[in-house]
């Protein structure tokens, strides 16, 4: 079933002027802030509890209660994840290109909550246009009075700056993305003592938001939280922006109820994905992104819900699905996941660096005929010093949840489609006659 | 400091001033001596150095993390073909020789003419355009052969002029509020 | 005094409780799990943790579980801290897998080419993968690939691919010694160490990366393929580069020096060496290497055998001796051990009856200053609450002093006061920095210690003057690192203002910052006018002392300068130099050479052929360092052994050997049989060195010195905080029990023993001038001229060091813009500069820092060399104007 919630984060994206100023302000465009900032910090920040606002940047970490994490302090920042860069996601992109100035209005919104007079925006930098964008957005929201000292003649002031990325996956993490908001290589932090709200940028208490996240704040403060909260089921409140790639006829976001609607309907529906391109089966699809374990169409009628994905063995992540169909060969699937790891990997670890290397060439071997039955086995146990237990959720060898990310293509490879591998050992290559 | 152009110079003093510390505006610093010189100079990462208060020896191990900054000439026109899952479910192998041989160069070269460079990518966040290209930053897709084909015919007619700029250029658009006024103080200088 | 030494058992009763491996064991708050289980002997393998430098936890190899509130998890020991109650597992079934995991990861991209590797049979990896490794390796992959070696820098090559990343080398260079000159670059498994495309990796301090890298990544040009580290035989010893006593491993191979090691002793280098002292020993192998003695005949010198040459130094010392006793001078011995310095005093002052004898060639302080005032050690400095800093730059002239204030400066430990002509090193790192003009310290120094606002500052200076004052307070817990500044001005003018601190802070005590390694042994030996072994004044000696020497000089000598001044006028005789080389040390160029030219006889002892012994009549062939025992003394007083590793070559005596043997065939044998027997007879004439006898010295808990006068009360030392892979080669031979040969005794046994020691007699017999001495003011057009040392320079050291050759730069006069703007000249263009005693001409460079009042430039020592500023400056005057002039 697919309900027809009126859309937040992309309620105005029916507008092909959705990025500017004049369209943004004729369609309530900073109503939210003007509202929030005659409430209270605090209560700001009760509404967002309300919600049960679950962050949208992969991890699903409830955005109230990070706030309430907030070390006291004199000094505190707000620095907001647009660094999308998890394979098959496109939704900050989306965001940042056709609603910048939403992006910018949510920040306000949390810096006001948690008392940031300082706020930065990490932009991914391959996202040239919506870089521009969010720039040209924030010089009118200074213009418009909605950055700047006294924000709308409150109290509140606020300093904004638009910081561009240069092109690494692990930046998305929050403590590497807060390294590279300093200058440095993007090295994730060792967590504890690092947690961001204790110690974050230049060692001060520190939130980081998803641009999703903050992106429906505007929406939560003008209708309340609970409005919010009583769309999805459980602790999956809300609408989430669903990015669908892959083998489907109409891949593209879809921002959907949470938990109402099914993988089935969200690949399958005329209006969603409207069937596998070609016409064949689900083979196994991609819940969450490519650090998600996979699952099978068994699963297909799972409901987008953070909870339920979670107890089957994967993750909602970053609400990216990929589909793979029949045509689809699983080594080189996985082979080319791995080796989007072993390329993101920073280095700092050495199973991370040595160990994503090491199974890319153990997966191109089998993918290209080489393979031996034993290196199944070796796989799994090179995945296993990486991740011991190769489990989900996973322990990790490494600093970050990079090197525990690497095993989930793999593991679910072999697992659900140890047949096709072996079939590459035995038969010198890929049945499927792909490379 | 010699390399960055005059204008550039008050522009980067700007970036090192929005903010807390001045190592912050390092990758900012390299993206704006990358629209100057389409990459990143040895000359201009000393500049950059002395900006930002590390040495140049940091700004190079900084900058090569960045897949984004290039610490040697490129082409005019960087393409970026991803083939990351979603793209390579859709063909992105495919388009990626394509571009190898009818561009003549392997993944990482460029052209004689100092027109294009190649680059396989990944994930560009453009999965509902896959199998998607990104010229200097600027999404295309979806592309098949015969797509590229056309895409680099409008590169090199100057037809997609307004859209792509030179390597290196991020924005057009610079920062031009908020800079004087300073609501934080020098908090955490 | 602040006794670092007292910490392990004041600190034991706030210890808190761990379970390492089921064993209940007691850390410190705050420390780290793998400190905490190593002191308990449990070893958790590591790669980038390193004790001196801010943990990483990078490299994963010492993961450990640990409990916590959802159940053991995995996590780095060298980066989480005890907390009370915390259960380690360093071996159960879990660690081990992820140790072995880790080890095997490491070595799938590595080439595992250990046979023609310099680190094969001292590599921690080689060590580790035995120990914690899983045996075999899985991997049937094609390996990475890298062009290897390659030179990063000066002294250190880079092989890509047995690099593990561990960082060790990079946090180095940025945390230790702040020269960010290399840094990791690229991501992933691409990442590689790498120095700036068109700046090399040319740091001080560059050597140590190579000696804490973990594996064959980084190995030293000089030493690649020059030994394997089984047939290296090695003995601990002090390095005589310069007078900080770095404690290092001195290593040969088939009886020749092939590397140092830095050892890591708490209170003096904590492990660090400069470049200049770890590659010193190539100079043992140079071309002017002297080793026979030589004696001039017409033109030339030609070599001869002992007996020739002794006796015809013996001769002209006799002769000079019955003419006048004080046309006899003696210069030098500051490179020389205790044991020399001594015998040398003794030969001149009771044998030869001179008093004419200083161990400085008027680049140093006056004798009297450096022995009379109170003293403190690099611990002290680095823990006071205010360092004033009244001297060289530290870098160039004193490295590891440096690196040592630099962390205490960082950690906040202590604050910095400079009071410099130009910036330094540590100027970025000083609370406050007051310039002066060269000459005019004095001024400063009472302005800071009296009534600042009677001073002369204004504005600005006199702003800093308040916030000095305000930091010195009344001047308790305060040290002052005294030194030359600057060669051009005279060092009685640094004297006056030193005497003026003392006598405004009486509580503030001193840390000397010369630079001649064993300059301070020499001077408590007595080799300077008027002035006793033990920091006594001549004049009021010992009995023990007169019993031992005899009769005594009676009137009193000349220091270097006055020497040269009255060789120069014709008045000396006999001319000795103990391994000193006036003519390209000392200041005052013109001087030097008009002295030198004028003596009829110089005896020089020498290692090396330098310019002053070139010219010399008779020239003896003496040790080196590594070739040598004996006790050296550091600047803050700490008497240590020097150890002989490789045999002598030709000839080559010791020069306490020459002392006595010249000392017999005049007739008055001094009397020392043995090396031993001296060290011992210094502790008894000696009130500074009473009890710091051979037997004191050859205790292994003693092998780091003793500060003397010694205190019995101190505990000997700590144990060595010894990275058992952060000192590759050292702590195994600890361990697997081979002697240390600490000088030429016997392997020492393990035990302390109790040493009898009489209470030593302070020293205050010696007394400090109180004179203000101040030059005279500047005229309008004149600035006056600035001279520092450089590391590298034109000394001898460097010039017979292969690997060092060419690491001087030229010289250039540095001058703030405004002045060059004033001639009309730009930076880089050359200038005339003048002085009362001569033109000299130079490129410029222009330099924001430097004072308006003010051009500096290096002392060189190049005596032929065209911008030789030294020939500008006169040694009676008390600074060195100079007028720049376009040419």
Same mark, same amino acid.
């Given at each position: 079933?697919?309900?027809?919630?009126?859309?937040?984060?992309?309620?105005?994206?029916?507008?092909?002027?959705?990025?500017?100023?004049?369209?943004?302000?004729?369609?309530?465009?900073?109503?939210?802030?003007?509202?929030?900032?005659?409430?209270?910090?605090?209560?700001?920040?009760?509404?967002?509890?309300?919600?049960?606002?679950?962050?949208?940047?992969?991890?699903?970490?409830?955005?109230?209660?990070?706030?309430?994490?907030?070390?006291?302090?004199?000094?505190?920042?707000?620095?907001?994840?647009?660094?999308?860069?998890?394979?098959?996601?496109?939704?900050?992109?989306?965001?940042?290109?056709?609603?910048?100035?939403?992006?910018?209005?949510?920040?306000?919104?949390?810096?006001?909550?948690?008392?940031?007079?300082?706020?930065?925006?990490?932009?991914?930098?391959?996202?040239?246009?919506?870089?521009?964008?969010?720039?040209?957005?924030?010089?009118?929201?200074?213009?418009?009075?909605?950055?700047?000292?006294?924000?709308?003649?409150?109290?509140?002031?606020?300093?904004?700056?638009?910081?561009?990325?240069?092109?690494?996956?692990i930046c998305g993490e929050e403590t590497a993305l807060i390294e590279s908001?300093?200058?440095?290589?993007?090295?994730?932090?060792?967590?504890?003592?690092?947690?961001?709200?204790?110690?974050?940028?230049?060692?001060?208490?520190?939130?980081?938001?998803?641009?999703?996240?903050?992106?429906?704040?505007?929406?939560?403060?003008?209708?309340?939280?609970?409005?919010?909260?009583?769309?999805?089921?459980?602790?999956?409140?809300?609408?989430?922006?669903?990015?669908?790639?892959?083998?489907?006829?109409?891949?593209?976001?879809?921002?959907?109820?949470?938990?109402?609607?099914?993988?089935?309907?969200?690949?399958?529906?005329?209006?969603?994905?409207?069937?596998?391109?070609?016409?064949?089966?689900?083979?196994?699809?991609?819940?969450?992104?490519?650090?998600?374990?996979?699952?099978?169409?068994?699963?297909?009628?799972?409901?987008?819900?953070?909870?339920?994905?979670?107890?089957?063995?994967?993750?909602?992540?970053?609400? $990216?699905?990929?589909?793979?169909?029949?045509?689809?060969c699983v080594v080189r699937a996985a082979w080319r996941i791995t080796r989007?790891?072993?390329?993101?990997?920073?280095?700092?670890?050495?199973?991370?660096?040595?160990?994503?290397?090491?199974?890319?060439?153990?997966?191109?071997?089998?993918?290209?005929?080489?393979?031996?039955?034993?290196?199944?086995?070796?796989?799994?146990?090179?995945?296993?010093?990486?991740?011991?237990?190769?489990?989900?959720?996973?322990?990790?060898?490494?600093?970050?949840?990079?090197?525990?990310?690497?095993?989930?293509?793999?593991?679910?490879?072999?697992?659900?489609?140890?047949?096709?591998?072996?079939?590459?050992?035995?038969?010198?290559?890929?049945?499927?006659? $792909?490379? | 400091?010699?390399?960055?152009?005059?204008?550039?110079?008050?522009?980067?003093?700007?970036?090192?001033?929005?903010?807390?510390?001045?190592?912050?505006?390092?990758?900012?610093?390299c993206h704006l001596a990358q629209a100057q010189d389409g990459y990143l100079?040895?000359?201009?990462?000393?500049?950059?150095?002395?900006?930002?208060?590390?040495?140049?020896?940091?700004?190079?191990?900084?900058?090569?993390?960045? #897949?984004?900054?290039?610490?040697?000439?490129?082409?005019?026109?960087?393409?970026?073909?991803?083939?990351?899952?979603?793209?390579?479910?859709?063909?992105?192998?495919?388009?990626?020789?394509?571009?190898?041989?009818?561009?003549?160069?392997?993944?990482?070269?460029?052209?004689?003419?100092?027109?294009?460079?190649?680059?396989?990518?990944?994930?560009?966040?453009?999965?509902?355009?896959?199998?998607?290209?990104?010229?200097?930053?600027?999404?295309?897709?979806?592309? #098949?052969?015969?797509?590229? #084909?056309?895409?680099?015919?409008?590169?090199?007619?100057?037809?997609?002029?307004?859209?792509?700029?030179?390597?290196?250029?991020?924005?057009?658009?610079?920062?031009?509020?908020?800079?004087?006024?300073?609501?934080?103080? #020098?908090?955490?200088? | 005094?602040?006794?670092?030494?007292?910490?392990?058992?004041?600190?034991?009763?706030?210890?808190?409780?761990?379970?390492?491996?089921?064993?209940?064991?007691?850390?410190?708050?705050?420390?780290?799990?793998?400190?905490?289980?190593?002191?308990?002997?449990?070893?958790?393998?590591?790669?980038?943790?390193?004790?001196?430098?801010?943990?990483?936890?990078?490299?994963?190899?010492?993961?450990?579980?640990?409990?916590?509130?959802?159940?053991?998890?995995?996590?780095?020991?060298?980066?989480?801290?005890?907390?009370?109650? +915390?259960?380690?597992?360093?071996?159960?079934?879990?660690?081990?897998?992820?140790?072995?995991?880790?080890?095997?990861?490491?070595?799938?991209?590595?080439?595992?080419?250990?046979?023609?590797?310099?680190?094969?049979?001292?590599?921690?990896?080689?060590?580790?993968?035995?120990?914690?490794?899983?045996?075999?390796?899985?991997?049937?992959?094609?390996?990475?690939?890298?062009?290897?070696?390659? /030179?990063?820098?000066?002294?250190?090559?880079?092989?890509? /691919?047995?690099?593990?990343?561990?960082?060790?080398?990079?946090?180095?260079?940025?945390?230790?010694?702040?020269?960010?000159?290399?840094?990791?670059?690229?991501?992933?498994?691409?990442?590689?160490?790498?120095?700036?495309?068109?700046?090399?990796?040319?740091?001080?301090?560059?050597?140590?990366?190579?000696?804490?890298?973990?594996?064959?990544?980084?190995?030293?040009?000089?030493?690649?393929?020059?030994?394997?580290?089984?047939?290296?035989?090695?003995?601990?010893? =002090?390095?005589?580069?310069?007078?900080?006593?770095?404690?290092?491993?001195?290593?040969?191979?088939?009886?020749?020096?092939?590397?140092?090691?830095?050892?890591?002793?708490?209170?003096?280098?904590?492990?660090?060496?400069?470049?200049?002292?770890?590659?010193?020993?190539?100079?043992?192998?140079?071309?002017?290497?002297?080793?026979?003695?030589?004696?001039?005949?017409?033109?030339?010198?030609?070599?001869?055998?002992?007996?020739?040459?002794?006796?015809?130094?013996?001769?002209?010392?006799?002769?000079?001796?019955?003419?006048?006793?004080?046309?006899?001078?003696?210069?030098?011995?500051?490179?020389?051990?205790?044991?020399?310095?001594?015998?040398?005093?003794?030969?001149?002052?009771?044998?030869?009856?001179?008093?004419? &004898?200083?161990?400085?060639?008027?680049?140093?302080?006056?004798?009297? =200053?450096?022995?009379?005032?109170?003293?403190?050690?690099?611990?002290?400095?680095?823990?006071?609450?205010?360092?004033?800093?009244?001297?060289?730059?530290?870098?160039? /002239? +004193?490295?590891?002093?440096?690196?040592?204030?630099?962390?205490?400066?960082?950690?906040?430990?202590?604050?910095?006061?400079?009071?410099?002509?130009?910036?330094?090193?540590?100027?970025?790192?000083? /609370?406050?920095?007051?310039?002066?003009?060269?000459?005019?310290?004095?001024?400063?120094?009472?302005?800071?210690?009296?009534?600042?606002?009677?001073?002369?500052?204004?504005?600005?200076?006199?702003?800093?003057?308040?916030?000095?004052?305000?930091?010195?307070?009344?001047?308790?817990?305060?040290?002052?690192?005294?030194?030359?500044?600057?060669?051009?001005?005279?060092?009685?003018?640094?004297?006056?203002?030193?005497?003026?601190?003392?006598?405004?802070?009486?509580?503030?005590?001193?840390?000397?910052?010369?630079?001649?390694?064993?300059?301070?042994?020499?001077?408590?030996?007595?080799?300077?006018?008027?002035?006793?072994?033990?920091?006594?004044?001549?004049?009021?000696?010992?009995?023990? +002392?007169?019993?031992?020497?005899?009769?005594?000089?009676?009137?009193?000598?000349?220091?270097? =300068?006055?020497?040269?001044?009255?060789?120069?006028?014709?008045?000396?005789?006999?001319?000795?130099?103990?391994?000193?080389?006036?003519?390209?040390?000392?200041?005052?160029?013109?001087?030097?050479?008009?002295?030198?030219?004028?003596?009829?006889?110089?005896?020089?002892?020498?290692?090396?052929?330098?310019?002053?012994?070139?010219?010399? =009549?008779?020239?003896?062939?003496?040790?080196?360092?590594?070739?040598?025992?004996?006790?050296?003394?550091?600047?803050?007083?700490?008497?240590?052994?020097?150890?002989?590793?490789?045999?002598?070559?030709?000839?080559?005596?010791?020069?306490?050997?020459?002392?006595?043997?010249?000392?017999?065939?005049?007739?008055?044998?001094?009397?020392?049989?043995?090396?031993?027997?001296?060290?011992?007879?210094?502790?008894?004439?000696?009130?500074?060195?009473?009890?710091?006898?051979?037997?004191?010295?050859?205790?292994?808990?003693?092998?780091?010195?003793?500060? &003397?006068?010694?205190?019995?009360?101190?505990?000997?030392?700590?144990?060595?905080?010894?990275?058992?892979?952060?000192?590759?080669?050292?702590?195994?031979?600890?361990?697997?029990?081979?002697?240390?040969?600490?000088?030429?005794?016997?392997?020492?046994?393990?035990?302390?023993?109790?040493?009898?020691?009489?209470?030593?007699?302070?020293?205050?017999?010696?007394?400090?001038?109180?004179?203000?001495?101040?030059?005279?003011?500047?005229?309008?057009?004149?600035?006056?001229?600035?001279?520092?040392?450089?590391?590298?320079?034109?000394?001898?050291?460097?010039?017979?060091?292969?690997?060092?050759?060419?690491?001087?730069?030229?010289?250039?006069?540095?001058?703030?813009?405004?002045? +060059?703007?004033?001639?009309?000249?730009?930076?880089?263009?050359? &200038?005339?500069?003048?002085?009362?005693?001569?033109?000299?001409?130079?490129?410029?460079?222009?330099?924001?820092?430097?004072?308006?009042?003010?051009?500096?430039?290096?002392?060189?020592?190049?005596?032929?060399?065209?911008?030789?500023?030294?020939?500008?400056?006169?040694?009676?005057?008390?600074?060195?104007?100079?007028?720049?002039?376009?040419?």
């Amino acid at each position: 079933m697919i309900t027809n919630a009126a859309p937040i984060v992309t309620r105005r994206l029916g507008y092909d002027d959705s990025h500017t100023r004049e369209r943004y302000l004729a369609t309530g465009g900073y109503d939210g802030l003007r509202k929030a900032l005659t409430l209270q910090p605090e209560q700001v920040a009760e509404e967002v509890n309300k919600a049960s606002l679950l962050g949208r940047g992969g991890a699903g970490f409830p955005a109230g209660r990070k706030w309430s994490m907030l070390r006291k302090a004199s000094i505190a920042y707000l620095v907001v994840n647009g660094d999308e860069s998890e394979p098959a996601t496109f939704k900050d992109h989306l965001l940042v290109e056709r609603d910048p100035h939403q992006i910018i209005e949510g920040t306000i919104i949390a810096a006001y909550a948690i008392g940031a007079t300082k706020a930065f925006i990490f932009c991914r930098g391959e996202f040239a246009l919506g870089f521009e964008r969010l720039i040209q957005a924030c010089n009118e929201a200074y213009e418009h009075g909605a950055l700047g000292p006294r924000i709308f003649d409150s109290e509140f002031s606020l300093d904004l700056v638009i910081h561009p990325g240069a092109g690494a996956y692990i930046c998305g993490e929050e403590t590497a993305l807060i390294e590279s908001l300093e200058g440095k290589r993007g090295f994730p932090r060792i967590k504890p003592p690092s947690f961001p709200a204790v110690m974050g940028l230049y060692g001060e208490p520190t939130v980081v938001n998803n641009i999703e996240t903050v992106s429906n704040l505007p929406w939560i403060v003008e209708n309340g939280g609970e409005a919010f909260a009583a769309l999805g089921e459980g602790s999956s409140t809300g609408t989430r922006l669903f990015a669908l790639s892959g083998r489907v006829n109409r891949p593209g976001w879809y921002e959907l109820e949470m938990s109402k609607t099914t993988f089935r309907d969200l690949i399958f529906d005329p209006s969603l994905g409207g069937g596998v391109r070609g016409g064949g089966d689900v083979k196994a699809f991609i819940p969450g992104g490519v650090s998600a374990p996979w699952f099978g169409p068994d699963q297909l009628d799972l409901g987008l819900d953070q909870d339920a994905v979670g107890k089957a063995g994967s993750m909602l992540g970053s609400g $990216s699905i990929v589909v793979m169909d029949d045509t689809t060969c699983v080594v080189r699937a996985a082979w080319r996941i791995t080796r989007f790891f072993r390329r993101e990997s920073c280095g700092q670890c050495t199973p991370c660096r040595e160990g994503s290397g090491w199974l890319e060439k153990i997966l191109q071997r089998i993918e290209q005929g080489y393979g031996r039955e034993e290196d199944l086995d070796l796989l799994m146990d090179v995945c296993d010093n990486i991740s011991p237990g190769v489990s989900w959720p996973p322990q990790q060898t490494t600093i970050c949840v990079l090197g525990p990310s690497i095993p989930s293509s793999i593991a679910s490879g072999i697992r659900m489609f140890r047949d096709e591998f072996l079939a590459h050992i035995t038969g010198g290559g890929c049945p499927m006659g $792909s490379h | 400091m010699a390399h960055l152009s005059e204008e550039n110079l008050v522009r980067a003093r700007r970036l090192a001033e929005i903010y807390p510390k001045s190592r912050s505006a390092l990758i900012p610093l390299c993206h704006l001596a990358q629209a100057q010189d389409g990459y990143l100079s040895e000359e201009a990462m000393e500049d950059i150095a002395e900006l930002c208060g590390v040495s140049p020896a940091e700004v190079y191990g900084t900058a090569s993390f960045y #897949d984004m900054l290039h610490t040697e000439p490129v082409g005019r026109y960087v393409v970026a073909v991803c083939t990351n899952i979603a793209c390579m479910l859709n063909g992105a192998y495919e388009v990626l020789e394509h571009a190898e041989s009818s561009l003549g160069i392997g993944v990482g070269q460029t052209t004689d003419d100092g027109l294009f460079t190649i680059e396989d990518a990944e994930c560009l966040a453009g999965c509902d355009l896959a199998p998607c290209v990104q010229v200097n930053h600027r999404f295309f897709g979806p592309l #098949d052969a015969a797509g590229f #084909d056309g895409l680099v015919a409008d590169l090199r007619s100057g037809a997609l002029a307004d859209i792509v700029p030179a390597h290196g250029v991020l924005s057009r658009v610079d920062r031009s509020n908020g800079l004087e006024v300073d609501p934080v103080g #020098d908090v955490a200088r | 005094m602040t006794d670092i030494r007292a910490r392990s058992s004041e600190a034991a009763e706030e210890m808190i409780s761990i379970t390492v491996d089921g064993t209940p064991i007691k850390a410190h708050p705050g420390e780290l799990i793998i400190a905490a289980a190593e002191r308990e002997g449990v070893f958790v393998p590591r790669f980038c943790y390193h004790p001196r430098m801010e943990p990483v936890g990078m490299c994963r190899m010492c993961l450990v579980e640990v409990s916590g509130p959802r159940g053991f998890s995995l996590q780095p020991a060298c980066f989480l801290k005890v907390a009370d109650g +915390l259960e380690v597992l360093t071996n159960s079934d879990k660690a081990r897998k992820a140790q072995e995991g880790v080890l095997e990861f490491l070595l799938v991209n590595h080439p595992l080419d250990c046979p023609v590797c310099d680190k094969g049979g001292e590599c921690p990896l080689q060590d580790q993968a035995l120990s914690h490794g899983p045996g075999e390796s899985r991997f049937v992959e094609e390996k990475r690939h890298w062009a290897k070696p390659i /030179e990063i820098g000066h002294f250190v090559e880079l092989d890509r /691919e047995r690099c593990i990343q561990c960082a060790r080398c990079t946090r180095f260079a940025d945390e230790i010694a702040g020269d960010a000159e290399i840094d990791m670059s690229a991501r992933g498994d691409l990442i590689e160490i790498s120095p700036f495309p068109t700046k090399p990796f040319n740091s001080y301090f560059s050597g140590n990366t190579i000696q804490i890298c973990p594996v064959g990544a980084l190995t030293a040009a000089p030493y690649r393929f020059k030994a394997r580290p089984w047939d290296l035989e090695q003995v601990e010893s =002090t390095c005589t580069t310069c007078s900080v006593g770095c404690r290092h491993v001195a290593q040969s191979s088939a009886g020749k020096l092939v590397r140092f090691l830095g050892i890591d002793s708490d209170p003096v280098n904590q492990s660090w060496l400069c470049d200049k002292g770890r590659f010193s020993f190539e100079t043992l192998y140079g071309e002017h290497r002297v080793t026979q003695p030589m004696l001039r005949k017409g033109d030339a010198l030609v070599e001869v055998r002992w007996h020739e040459a002794l006796a015809a130094a013996t001769t002209a010392l006799r002769d000079a001796q019955a003419a006048d006793a004080a046309s006899i001078a003696v210069v030098g011995g500051a490179r020389f051990s205790n044991e020399d310095a001594y015998a040398w005093a003794k030969l001149a002052k009771s044998v030869l009856g001179t008093d004419s &004898v200083d161990a400085q060639l008027g680049d140093g302080l006056p004798a009297e =200053t450096v022995l009379g005032l109170p003293r403190a050690t690099i611990d002290e400095a680095c823990s006071a609450r205010v360092v004033i800093l009244l001297g060289p730059d530290l870098r160039e /002239e +004193l490295p590891v002093l440096f690196l040592r204030l630099r962390a205490a400066a960082l950690a906040n430990a202590t604050k910095l006061v400079e009071i410099s002509p130009v910036e330094t090193s540590l100027s970025s790192l000083a /609370e406050v920095r007051l310039s002066y003009v060269p000459g005019e310290s004095r001024l400063l120094a009472e302005g800071l210690v009296g009534d600042s606002e009677q001073a002369e500052a204004e504005g600005d200076a006199l702003e800093d003057l308040r916030r000095a004052r305000a930091l010195i307070g009344d001047g308790s817990d305060v040290v002052v690192v005294l030194g030359r500044p600057s060669l051009a001005e005279s060092g009685e003018t640094i004297a006056s203002s030193a005497a003026a601190l003392h006598a405004g802070l009486p509580g503030a005590r001193f840390l000397s910052a010369l630079r001649r390694a064993n300059v301070h042994g020499a001077l408590d030996m007595g080799l300077a006018p008027g002035v006793a072994p033990g920091r006594v004044a001549l004049a009021s000696a010992s009995e023990e +002392l007169t019993r031992e020497w005899g009769e005594l000089p009676l009137s009193a000598g000349r220091d270097a =300068t006055h020497i040269l001044q009255s060789a120069a006028a014709g008045d000396i005789a006999v001319l000795v130099l103990l391994g000193a080389d006036p003519l390209s040390d000392f200041p005052d160029r013109s001087l030097a050479k008009a002295a030198l030219e004028r003596v009829p006889f110089v005896l020089s002892l020498a290692t090396n052929l330098d310019a002053s012994s070139s010219g010399a =009549t008779v020239v003896l062939p003496v040790t080196a360092d590594g070739e040598r025992s004996g006790t050296t003394t550091n600047l803050e007083g700490r008497v240590s052994r020097l150890a002989a590793k490789v045999a002598t070559p030709g000839v080559v005596w010791a020069p306490w050997i020459v002392a006595t043997e010249i000392g017999a065939r005049l007739g008055a044998p001094l009397g020392a049989a043995t090396l031993e027997s001296l060290t011992d007879e210094i502790s008894r004439v000696a009130p500074a060195y009473a009890g710091v006898d051979a037997a004191l010295l050859g205790d292994a808990d003693r092998r780091d010195g003793v500060v &003397v006068p010694f205190d019995k009360s101190l505990v000997a030392s700590l144990p060595r905080p010894i990275d058992p892979i952060a000192t590759p080669g050292i702590t195994s031979v600890f361990e697997q029990g081979a002697p240390i040969r600490v000088g030429t005794g016997e392997p020492v046994g393990g035990q302390s023993q109790e040493f009898e020691v009489p209470n030593a007699t302070p020293a205050t017999a010696l007394v400090m001038s109180s004179a203000v001495v101040v030059a005279p003011r500047l005229d309008a057009y004149s600035q006056r001229l600035v001279l520092g040392r450089s590391l590298y320079d034109e000394g001898t050291l460097v010039e017979t060091s292969p690997s060092m050759q060419g690491l001087a730069s030229s010289p250039t006069l540095r001058v703030h813009p405004s002045e +060059l703007a004033k001639l009309g000249v730009t930076s880089g263009d050359k &200038v005339r500069v003048r002085s009362a005693s001569g033109s000299v001409e130079i490129a410029t460079t222009a330099d924001e820092s430097i004072d308006r009042h003010v051009v500096a430039s290096r002392f060189t020592q190049d005596v032929a060399g065209e911008c030789d500023l030294a020939a500008l400056i006169e040694a009676s005057l008390l600074a060195t104007d100079v007028r720049l002039e376009t040419i």
